[in-house]
């Protein structure tokens, strides 16, 4: 199972992007039961937990972004997608998605490349 990000870009304050999640080498079935999450790093920074889908469509947003990110999966594309809307600079990071994952340490995890996000003020 692979994960890669895509759409990242700059955009003004306010803005919107809209990040896609496309699960590379996997058949249906097996992103059907995936559990899909979108993280953010900055430099410096640990990374963060963002956003989170289940395989059952559940969905949890962190409570910084609350009330401006979704999250979403089109199962049939094997594809998640974040929603980002009203962006700050803030918010400008390094766009990851992974499987989700509850514990700390986040180099147990497989890591592909992830999307930049740089939101301007």
């Known amino acids: 199972v692979q994960l890669q990000a895509s759409g990242g870009g700059l955009v003004q304050a306010g803005g919107s992007l809209r990040l896609s999640c496309v699960c590379y080498?996997?058949?249906?079935?097996?992103?059907?039961?995936?559990?899909v999450a979108w993280y953010r790093q900055t430099p410096g920074k640990q990374r963060e937990l963002v956003a989170s889908?289940?395989?059952?469509?559940?969905?949890n947003i962190a409570d910084s972004v609350k009330g401006r990110f979704t999250i979403s999966r089109d199962n049939a594309k094997k594809t998640v997608y974040l929603q980002m809307n009203g962006l700050k600079p803030e918010d400008t990071a390094v766009y990851y998605c992974?499987?989700?994952?509850?514990?700390?340490?986040?180099?147990?995890?497989?890591w592909g490349q992830g999307t930049q996000v740089t939101v301007s003020s």
């Open positions: 080498r996997c058949i249906l079935s097996t992103f059907w039961g995936l559990d």
């Open positions: 889908i289940s395989s059952g469509g559940r969905t």
């Open positions: 992974n499987r989700e994952y509850l514990g700390t340490d986040y180099s147990l995890l497989n």
